[in-house]
Every structure is written in C-alpha cells, then in structure tokens.
C-alpha cells in the first residue's frame, strides 16, 4: 500500500497562475484533509471532506477550492496564486468518526509563488 | 478561540538523557489531544491518542500523558533516531472533524 500520495512534491509559480494539488489515499478511508504548514504556524486546515461527495472549510479556506473526486481522490486548486499562499502543503486521511483524528499525512507539495 | 502552546520550542538533548515536552492547550470541551512525530521534509506520523485527563499512553521511550489543561510527551533514554518535531493537536467536543494543531518542539538528540 503506498498509503497517502500526493502530486506534485514542488510547484513554483508565478502570482496569478493557476495550479491544482494532486492527493490519493488507497486506505479506503472515508474522511480527507488538506493543511498548510508555514514555518512558526503549525498546521492549519484549509478544506476537509467528512465523506465522499462532501467539502467543508477549514481555518484558512480563502483563496482555495477543493474537489473530491471519488473516495480515493481529494484535490486543492488555486485559482489565482499570491505570494502569501507560498507553503507546505499536506494531504491526510482518516477512517470514520471515532478514529479520524488518527490521520495519515502524504510527502508534502512545497509551493514557492513569486 | 481554540489554542494549543507547545514549549519549548526547541530542545537539545545528549542521548540517554530524560525530559519532557509540554502541550498546553484551551478548548472548550476536550474530545481527543493527539500526538505525531514529523521528521525533516515529511509529513507528520501519528503516535498517540489522549481522550481523558489522567490517561496514559506509551511507545517504545516515549510516554504520553494528560491533565485538564496540558499533555506531556516524555521521552526516556532518547536515542538520535528519537530527532524530530513533535506536534500536539487537539480536537473539540462541538464541531465538526477539525484538529488544532500547536507549532511544534524540535527535539534533536546528540551521540
């Protein structure tokens, strides 16, 4: 099992491009993720999905969308890219409620925006 | 406004020397305080799960621990392999499926 992957691992983009993270999960897990890590923040959750074919906001949802694909599938877009949106990023599933704080964290996407 | 304090921020210990990392944290009604390890360029790795004040959960040399207002990850004899950042998060009774996360203590052993 690859467990959480993620696509791309880096991104540089210019400010005003446009791009979309990748994320799967072959845990057959109900519930996924997706943070940003900056450097004195800690994570902070930007969209999640409690459940195929639903998306709720996270801490820091502006400037991003999310679409769940399938179960296996979450993707985060960003329309139009800012220097402030520069970060870590991490995808992470869980298995239904009871157990869904225990998460599993793909690699990461390190996005530089200029 | 929940929030979860992790102190200190950085620690440096010389193998086979004992401490404990802190995880203070305000939330109202307390549902689960989880730890996960993240080692440099990876992402985070669960470790423990705390649901109430007074339980205790161990793992090789780390051992967690919770009271009504902080968690405490002690680390017994570390070892260099033992080297990471240490986050704690906590979930809140009402909500939905959200987890506050602290920053983090890097925790780096020396030979």
């Known amino acids: 099992n690859a467990g959480v992957t993620q696509t791309p691992k880096f991104q540089v983009l210019k400010t005003g491009q446009s791009m979309t993270l990748q ?4 845990m057959n897990h109900n519930s996924m ?6 450097p ?6 930007i969209y999640y999905s409690a459940s195929e074919g639903t998306t709720d906001k996270g801490e820091v949802p502006n ?15 960003l329309e139009s890219a800012a220097p402030s949106q520069t970060s870590v990023y991490f995808c992470a599933s869980s298995a239904r409620s009871g157990r869904w704080g225990e998460q599993f964290f793909g690699p990461g996407t390190r996005l530089t925006v200029l | ?7 200190p921020e950085a620690l440096r210990l010389q193998e086979g020397e004992s401490s404990s990392l802190n995880c203070s944290y305000t939330v109202s009604g307390l549902r689960g305080l989880f ?6 360029g990876k992402g985070p790795e669960f470790l423990f799960t705390l649901y109430s004040a ?11 621990t919770l009271t009504k207002k902080e ?15 240490y986050l704690c998060a906590v979930q809140r009774d009402q909500g939905a499926q959200k987890l506050v996360f602290g920053q983090g203590t890097r925790l780096t052993i020396n030979p």
């Open chain 1, 23 to 26: 994320c799967a999960q072959d």
């Open chain 1, 33 to 38: 993720y997706w943070y940003r890590q900056d």
């Open chain 1, 40 to 45: 004195g923040m800690g994570l902070r959750l």
């Open chain 1, 63 to 77: 400037g991003y969308n999310v679409s769940r694909l399938n179960k296996r599938e979450f993707s985060l877009r």
């Open chain 2, 1 to 7: 406004e929940d929030q979860v304090t992790q102190s």
């Open chain 2, 35 to 40: 730890w996960y390890r993240q080692d440099p």
């Open chain 2, 54 to 64: 007074g339980e205790e959960k161990e793992k090789e040399r780390l051992k967690a």
């Open chain 2, 71 to 85: 968690s405490f990850l002690h680390i017994t004899a570390p070892k260099p392999e033992d080297s990471a950042t």
